[in-house]
């Protein structure tokens, strides 16, 4: 009995792992894949390497070869690897000589990765690449190839302050590099010939046949498409395609190469050559063209899963497709162990993957053969139904990578499929069409017709990201429930068929509802409410969160530097998993206390809008475009003054300050009110000013309060000790940017604070600070342990 039920268990396990049965290279990929993983992250070598092993068991003896390679190929490659990655320690040198690697133009100038090989004095040095960028408007600037000597001013590498902030640490790391900066001055003492240097003046030729007939922008577009050169793409339009979900058809992957490939075929077909040589030809062509577009791991993916099949024609061999997809992770994976932490290789392999197998599943060939002989069903699938499942499939098999890297999903990107890929298509085809036109007005025609594609595709694209839930909040979670959610999406549709992994997927379906019912069990039993100060460098931004999962957001920093909206707020938010704001206040209209609302209303689902009578006829434009953007999507305005109480269960705001009987200076004006849960409060004021204070005063609000956010960022115009000993907080918070002009906090002011015995925390030192208020306890938590 014990024996046949083994059995059983064995043919099940058999069947789920069919897929890779004869398929050896996507086996090897596999296994290598799972090896890297557990070499880097050990968490991942616990749980998946037993896997391994008990799998392993079920393959036939030649697989089981193929395993035992694999998995000491892996071995090898990441030591190799790991010893070549090794960066000196002593840190680059501000003088030194190298050899140009690549250059690219920038919005802030020319950036030219260097191999630096030797100082100045010319003693030679360990290789290490740097990055510099020439701000200077040359006639001239270094090629790839040319060996010159620099003096360099590196940026300072800080660590993120924001969760979910770009690390630029870990940036230079992905590129090898070991610093970034500009050039102080540079001198070129020779000149070689290097293949980038080609390809670097091929693609200025490519815009130069485009940028006689379309403008800056569009020429910037088409080349992005086709060469790979984004840096002329304008931000807003990046940002639209990145919010509709459509990014990914501005990076050269499988959809440019497929484009490509087919063009190639029929041009090379029409000359009238022999089968073989075209192939040969197209093969040829398409490996060119990785490095042309700076070869990223997508590219090569799809560039190799056209070349094998190709091959394998040549030699009268069919190419699986799959393990053609096994085939270009070897290639790309071997040389490289690191690209599988790569979030583009990873969603590039998994949309592959999804729609591959979805092609294997595909519910449409179950369909009865009299609808399918149909004209209008046939169009309609040809149009919509097969573009959507196709959508579908890569939806969700790369819906794990996106949750986890971006905290994100976008609702529209199968509408977006639909009808902006086919529009881009298009602008592509007519771009290589004008690209090869031996005639100008050949080109001229085909440049126009470019344009109207491309400004159509903009156009949708804009459509599709106006709206607020163009991108939506998903996660933050463990990235063990996300590798069960990829591995239950891929047994899902063999569940009905499969013991294993119908119980497989039950387990899966039990763990998350108990993970989710504890989550929400804990919220219940120990409620707590939070408060954020956001480190948007000079400037203010709070979040409260709610013992009920309310957000409500404090202001939104400036944009003189960077918008913090759009760069800084709007991505925290997913990345703590904030799917809406049930407010916005803006304590006044200075800008930089609503610089970054406009992004944020557009960007994200905003409930209201909460701010003052008289900030509300204040005449600056950018803070009157606020307004007018709340009013066009359909936000509530709410007027706030002293008295107005805003109150749920366990939690109150009750607003102090303003009295806007009469208006006066925004400062002193600004919206101020007291939190209070749980047995616990705090203090925000905006930019409010000594004389704010002084009216706060003799009101009779109670103002003792555990925390106080110090008004106008420290400055001495507020904190008065009047106001300090009536609050007597247990901390004070001051949100100011580092080496700020106006040189905030004020002395006078901390000397004030350290006299009262008030300890402070500082945006400018901590980064961004969390304080959970809880019945029994304050819990303080700060992105960075102490001062830079």
């Known amino acids: 009995m014990k024996s046949r039920k083994k059995y059983k268990i064995l043919t099940d396990l058999y069947n789920l792992l069919t897929p890779l049965m004869g398929k050896p290279a996507l086996l090897s990929a596999v296994v290598m894949t799972i090896v890297f993983a557990g070499l880097d992250e050990p968490l991942y070598a616990c749980f998946l390497w037993p896997v391994l092993c008990l799998v392993t068991h079920v393959f036939k003896k030649s697989l089981q070869w193929v395993v035992l390679v694999s998995i000491v190929v892996a071995f090898v490659c990441h030591e190799v690897r790991q010893d070549e ?146 840096s002329g793409i304008p931000d807003a339009l990046r940002s639209d395609f990145q919010r509709s979900g459509l990014v990914h058809v501005l990076a050269i992957s499988g959809f440019h190469v497929v484009l490509l490939a087919g063009m190639l075929m029929i041009f090379l077909k029409a000359t009238g050559l022999p089968h073989r040589v075209v192939r040969i030809a197209a093969i040829v062509l398409l490996f060119l063209y990785i490095p042309v577009t700076g070869g990223s791991p997508p590219l090569r993916r799809a560039v190799l899963m056209f070349a094998v099949p190709q091959v394998g024609a040549l030699f009268q061999r069919t190419a699986n497709t799959l393990n053609s ?170 569940a009905g068929k499969n013991r294993i992994a119908r119980r497989f997927s039950l387990c899966c379906m039990i763990l998350f509802a108990i993970t989710f019912a504890y989550k929400g069990y804990y919220a219940i039993v120990k409620p707590s409410w939070k408060l954020t100060a956001i480190d948007i460098g000079q400037g203010d931004s709070l979040l409260l969160t709610t013992p009920s999962g309310s957000h409500i957001l404090v202001d939104a920093g400036d944009i003189k530097r960077q918008d913090s909206g759009k760069d800084i707020i709007v991505p925290y938010l997913h990345h703590i998993g904030v799917s809406k704001l049930d407010a916005l206040v803006i304590t006044h209209p200075d800008q930089d206390h609503f610089g970054g609302a406009a992004s944020i209303i557009k960007m994200f689902p905003v409930k209201e809008l909460w701010l003052t009578d008289c900030a509300r006829i204040d005449e600056k434009e950018n803070w009157q475009q606020v307004i007018s953007e709340a009013y066009r999507r359909g936000i509530l305005i709410r007027d706030i003054s002293r008295g107005v109480l805003y109150k749920e269960k366990f939690f109150e705001i009750k607003v102090i300050h303003p009295d806007t009987k009469h208006c006066v200076d925004a400062n002193t004006q600004s919206i101020s009110f007291r939190v209070k849960g749980l047995g616990r409060s705090a203090i925000l004021t905006g930019d409010l000013t000594v004389q704010g204070e002084k009216e706060i005063m003799k009101t009779d609000v109670y103002l003792k309060s555990d925390v106080l956010k110090l008004g106008h960022h420290g400055s001495k115009t507020s904190s008065s000790r009047k106001f300090l000993n009536r609050v007597n907080p247990e901390l004070a918070l001051i949100s100011s940017g580092r080496k700020n002009r106006f040189r905030h906090p004020s002395k006078q002011v901390i000397q004030r604070l350290d006299s009262l015995k008030i300890p402070y925390l500082n945006t400018a030192e901590r980064g961004t600070i969390d304080i959970i208020f809880r019945s029994d306890t304050m819990l303080v938590n700060t992105m960075l342990e102490s001062g830079f």
């Not at 360990?126 to 003096?151: A, H």
């Not at 924001?162 to 992905?174: E, H, K, N």
Request: proline share 8%.
């Open 85 to 230: 990655n090794d960066l000196p320690a002593l840190g680059a040198y501000t003088e030194a000589c190298g050899l140009v690697e690549t250059t690219q133009s920038k919005k802030s100038g020319m950036a030219i990765v260097i191999q630096t090989k030797q100082t100045v004095a010319g003693e030679p040095l360990s290789p290490y690449r740097v990055r510099l960028t020439e701000k200077r408007s040359l006639p001239e600037y270094p090629m790839p190839g040319d060996s010159l000597c620099y003096e360099a001013s590196y940026y300072p590498v800080l660590p993120p302050t924001v969760p979910g902030a770009f690390d630029t640490r870990g940036w230079l790391r992905s590129q090898g590099l070991l610093a970034y900066g500009k050039f102080v001055h540079w001198t070129v003492y020779g000149k070689n010939w290097v293949p980038e240097r080609s390809f670097y003046q091929f693609r200025k030729w490519i815009g130069s046949r485009f940028s006689d007939y379309l403008d800056p922008s569009e020429t910037g577009l088409l080349l992005g498409l086709l060469a790979g050169d984004r």
């Open 325 to 494: 997809l096994g085939v270009a992770l070897l290639f790309i994976m071997i040389p490289e162990p690191s690209v599988i932490w790569n979030p583009g290789f990873q969603l590039s392999v998994a949309a592959t993957m999804g729609i591959l197998m979805g092609g294997t599943w595909n519910p449409l060939k179950k369909l009865p053969e009299e609808l399918q002989k149909t004209k209008w069903w046939a169009r309609l699938q040809a149009l919509v139904v097969e573009p959507t499942y196709v959508t579908l499939c890569a939806t969700l098999s790369t819906a794990p990578f996106l949750i986890h890297h971006f905290k994100t999903l976008s609702p529209f990107a199968w509408l977006g499929n639909i009808v902006v890929v086919p529009a881009i298509s298009m602008g592509m085809q007519a771009g290589l069409f004008a690209l090869l036109s031996p005639f100008d007005f050949l080109r001229e025609h085909f440049c126009y017709a470019a344009r109207f594609f491309l400004r159509l595709a903009s156009l949708l694209t804009r459509l599709l990201s106006d709206s607020s839930q163009a991108s939506v909040t998903v996660g933050p979670f463990d990235p063990s429930i996300l590798l069960l959610c990829g591995v239950l999406i891929v047994l899902m549709p063999v």
